[in-house]
Antibody
Framework: EVQLVESGGDLVQPGGSLRLSCAASGFTFGNYAMAWVRQAPGKGLEWVSSIDGGGYNTYYADSVRGRFTISRDNSKNTLHLQMNTLRAEDTAVYFC??????????????WGQGALVTVSS | DIQMTQSPSFLSASVGDRIAITCQASQDINNYLNWYQQRPGKAPKLLISDASTLETGVPSRFSAFRSGTNFTFTITSLQPEDVATYYCQQYDHVPRNTFGQGTKLEIK
């Protein structure tokens, strides 16, 4: 059974940093692209970042480029999102999601339960 | 960037009704469109991929089709468990995926 479990969500002050993790199980982790998708309170879904199966290519939404870094450790079946210089508008539930293919995240076949990040003073 | 205009934003219908949700792309995206269901407090669930392909295990009352840059998602014979928000998502310009604004569906 495919499982994705996010951790690391917390309350952080504006300008602060936070690292989210997503522990994957039930599939060959390195064979699939992964993504982070967020949802601000009462709002819709927003693609944040994605990474290919080998971890060689990373992609970011304009809203987070230069502040967030996606990475993966295929030996530990774990996906990360390092978030720096956080802003109030980054407040959201962050979902990790597994794609269908190795090279690109084109759709989310599986999703974690989400991790809440609150940016507030 | 490709914009996805989803409508309506809110929909109220009765059990047994047929409902339709549309997404219009700002440019041609071929069949590169997915539909998700998100129940309250839960993660999204992929229902339909590539504009019209029903995912394994998804009830057949869900369907979707494409006409040019317009995409339509339908539920025939609405059930109480279908209460959710539904989103379209284009992936023609990967990795820059774009979601529609969502349609909140409630039962009358």
């Amino acid at each position: 059974e495919v499982q994705l479990v996010e951790s690391g969500g917390d309350l952080v002050q504006p300008g602060g940093s936070l690292r989210l993790s997503c522990a994957a199980s039930g599939f060959t982790f390195g064979n699939y692209a992964m993504a982070w998708v967020r949802q601000a309170p009462g709002k819709g879904l927003e693609w944040v970042s994605s990474i290919d199966g080998g971890g060689y290519n990373t992609y970011y939404a304009d809203s987070v480029r230069g502040r967030f870094t996606i990475s993966r450790d295929n030996s530990k079946n774990t996906l990360h999102l390092q978030m720096n210089t956080l802003r109030a508008e980054d407040t959201a539930v962050y979902f990790c999601s597994r794609g269908t293919y190795r090279n690109q995240w084109e759709r989310g076949n599986y999703w974690g339960q989400g991790a809440l990040v609150t940016v507030s003073s | 960037d490709i914009q996805m205009t989803q409508s309506p934003s809110f929909l109220s219908a009765s059990v047994g009704d047929r409902i339709a949700i549309t997404c219009q792309a700002s440019q041609d995206i071929n069949n590169y469109l997915n539909w998700y269901q998100q129940r309250p407090g839960k993660a999204p669930k992929l229902l339909i991929s590539d504009a019209s392909t029903l995912e394994t295990g998804v009830p057949s009352r869900f369907s979707a089709f494409r006409s040019g840059t317009n995409f339509t998602f339908t539920i025939t014979s609405l059930q109480p468990e279908d209460v959710a928000t539904y989103y379209c998502q284009q992936y023609d310009h990967v990795p820059r995926n774009t979601f529609g604004q969502g349609t909140k569906l409630e039962i009358k």
